[in-house]
């Protein structure tokens, strides 16, 4: 399983409809709405373990 980095949601990668490559990884959405969010500030969220430990579906916060 992997862990939608918006929002912080278990997505199984094998039936993942949405996902990103960025910086040589790949990252799983568990829907439209989050890969479009990590598209415009990958960076933000692929950092991974600093900041808060998300929660957050919007993404703004
Ligand atoms: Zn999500």
Known sequence: MAKDPVCGMTVD?????FKSDYMGKTYYFCAASCKATFDKSPAKFA??????SGGCCCGHC
């Open 47 to 52: 950092g991974g373990k600093s900041g808060h």
């Open 13 to 17: 990668e094998k039936t993942a409809k």
